[in-house]
């Protein structure tokens, strides 16, 4: 067995969960075992991103942009309508397992890597990207959950993991002061570079490595939850610790000052891979006779539904033919654009913003459509089955100029404010902000504009629950009752699934499920 395999294998089978813990100290390993040569410690970091391909999905896409203002999914599926409760945690769940997987695999590597006694300068980047890793695995886990157990020590033995299982919620805000701190001391250490300029493992050519700009944008996404969460001068800090690590991607990615519209929006949809603005992707491939590495996020992206003409053989998709998608995909009970999305952020009418027809369709090909759908920045051409090898885009450098409006509005700097949202504007093609009125006004436009720009990129929950407005604006502007009969203000998080509480022995709990907030 490979080094790789064996600490895959491990690993998955000693997860902080406790479902899938094999209570047998056989199976913690030592760095004696996987870290002796730079190659094995490449391997250790790459088990960090494992989890990837199984967290990033069509529930995680449900859960965290088909219950905003934007999306809604007429489906069964629980997470869909916020079925959710500690006794059932939905994918509340899967993203727990996995979550704290990803940290347990970090942590493992940075753990191993630091007393392997290999030379240190060619470790200091691993370790950097072990721990952008660990932090990006705790900002999903905070965002998702809020307050969490937080621990960095790699567990040895069953009583260490025990003892892990004991710990209480640790507040989010403390967590990510903490790992800003850790991040800050280390992204120096990797190449300052945009992620495409990169150069990726010569053995998994499809693997999307962290580098310095993925480390500096969850700088400033974890300082601008606490920022969003603190008051006063604790706020103001935040805020602007938040500048100064978007300033160090704003260097790697407009390093002449030209803007956004050196980037083209053609560039967007998943189905254009590693492009220039990405700043992390999470890959998919996908072939009828080779390795799958593959999701089915399109499945829930298309028109629906599918059917064949008896007479004709036509495939059609929402009664329309889209000869793109071919004939022998699948496709689900999609997410739908909510009013708010296509007859206010967009409009069918609307001739001028780029993005419309890639985010939304109302037509295909002079063919009207009944209704609107999610538009094909989703979807994956030719596809088998519910196979969607496109990747996910996490990060781009246009979230990162819009961040940067954002903190700048919050830190009373309204012309650099203006500036970067314009950025946004001008490559759309919509008109540009005048005149700064307030603040607030300035974030309404901010939020709609994120809206429009980041719509089904996995962040349009965190964005609003960071805001404080996510229960308001459900109720407001989704169109599924079912969802808007069931949600109640503590569903803006997770609860911890039930099985983990008990495990705590009373450490861990879910204060306002239990209180029915």
């Not at 094995?40 to 970091?45: L, P, T």
């Not at 996995?98 to 890597?113: K, P």
């Not at 229960?471 to 911890?496: A, G, M, S, T, W």
Request: hydrophobic share 35%; charged share 25%.
């Amino acid at each position: 067995m490979t080094a790789m395999k064996k600490i895959y294998t491990i690993l998955l089978s000693a997860l902080v969960c406790s479902c899938s813990l094999i209570e047998d100290d056989s199976l913690f390993l030592s760095p004696e075992d996987c870290c002796r040569t730079i190659e094995q410690c490449n391997s250790a970091v790459a088990s960090a991103y494992t989890q990837l391909n199984t967290v990033y999905s069509y529930q995680f896409e449900i859960a965290v942009e088909g219950c905003t203002d934007l999306y809604h999914c007429l489906s069964s599926t629980q997470d869909a309508q916020m079925d959710v409760s500690p006794a059932n945690a939905r994918f509340g769940n899967t993203m727990w397992e996995y979550g704290y997987a990803g940290v347990r695999n970090a942590n493992y590597a940075i753990w191993g890597m630091e007393r392997s006694g290999l030379d240190t300068l060619a470790l200091k980047p691993l370790i950097a990207e072990a721990k952008i890793m660990r932090a990006f695995w705790y900002y999903l886990l905070t965002s998702f959950f809020g307050d969490v157990p937080f621990y960095r020590n790699y567990v040895q033995s069953i009583p260490e993991l025990e003892e892990v299982r004991r710990l209480p919620r640790m507040s989010a805000i403390a967590t990510r002061d903490s790992l800003i701190r850790e991040l800050q001391g280390c992204i120096g250490d990797l190449p300052q570079q945009r992620r495409c300029d990169v150069q990726m493992s010569e053995s998994d050519k499809t693997l999307q490595r962290a580098g310095a700009a993925m480390g500096y944008i969850l700088i400033a996404k974890m300082a601008m939850w606490n920022g969003s969460k603190s008051e006063g001068e604790a706020s103001q800090v935040w805020w602007n610790t938040a500048i100064e690590a978007l300033k160090k991607v704003e260097g790697m990615y407009d390093p002449d000052g030209t803007g956004l519209n050196g980037y083209p929006l053609s560039d967007i949809p998943y189905s254009v891979k590693n492009t220039p603005e990405s700043i992390f992707e999470v890959p998919h491939t996908y072939s009828t006779s080779g390795l799958k590495v593959y999701s089915s996020l399109a499945a829930v992206m298309m028109p629906y539904d599918k059917d064949t003409d008896e007479q004709t053989g036509v495939v059609t998709y929402g009664g329309i033919a889209v000869p793109q998608l071919g004939d022998d995909c699948t496709v689900w009970q999609p997410l739908r654009p909510n009013t708010f999305m296509h007859n206010g952020l967009f409009t069918k009418s609307d001739k001028k913003d780029k993005r419309k027809d890639m985010t939304i369709v109302w037509s295909w090909e002079g063919n009207d459509f009944s209704r609107s759908w999610s538009g094909p920045k989703f979807w994956c051409y030719d596809m088998y089955g519910t196979y969607d090898y496109n990747n996910y885009t996490i990060f781009r450098y246009a979230d990162a100029v819009l961040m940067l409006a954002e903190c700048y509005n919050e830190v009373d700097q309204p012309d650099e404010a203006i500036k970067y949202l314009n950025q946004v504007k001008s490559r759309a093609g919509i008109s540009l902000y005048g005149t700064f009125k307030s603040k607030d006004r300035f974030r309404e436009e901010l939020q709609n504009e994120r809206g429009r720009e980041l719509a089904g990129e996995f962040q349009r929950k965190f964005d609003l629950v960071r805001w404080g407005n996510w229960y308001q604006r459900v109720l407001e502007f989704n169109d599924y009752n079912n969802l808007k009969n069931n949600i109640r203000p503590c569903h803006e998080y997770y609860p911890i699934p039930d099985t983990e509480v008990a495990l705590s022995d009373g450490k861990l709990d879910n204060a306002a499920y239990e209180q029915g907030l």
